[in-house]
């Protein structure tokens, strides 16, 4: 998906983008800043992914605008937290949206 989201950036002359390839959790402990998009792909086994949209909105790592994205399975689900703002299924591959959610 890293490849995907920087081949698109440049067909549409992005500016300005700080592309990172990590770990989400450790991204997570060390992100200090808002960020204008962020996606998360983790492997669909990996125990804790309900923890990302949490931190993320508790951290607040979402700029004004913004978005998340979370690569995801149907069994997850998402809809009452308070930053989530729409999903698209495409059978066992779901992507959920978040927004910033801060007044």
């Known amino acids: 998906m890293h490849g995907f989201i920087k081949k698109n950036c440049e067909m549409l002359g992005v500016e300005n983008v700080q592309l990172l390839k990590m ?3 450790a991204f997570l402990q060390s992100a200090q800043s808002q960020y204008d998009f962020i996606f998360a792909g983790p492997p669909y086994a ?7 949209p949490k931190i993320i909105e508790q951290k607040q790592l979402i700029a004004k605008g913004g ?7 149907p069994r997850n689900q998402y809809e009452k937290m308070a930053s989530f ?4 299924n495409y059978g066992t591959t779901v ?9």
């Open 23 to 25: 770990d989400v959790f």
């Open 85 to 88: 703002s729409f999903q698209r």
């Open 95 to 103: 992507f959920s949206f978040f927004v910033n959610i801060t007044p």
């Open 46 to 52: 990996l125990g804790p992914i309900d923890e990302i």
């Open 67 to 73: 978005i998340f994205v979370l690569e995801h399975t």
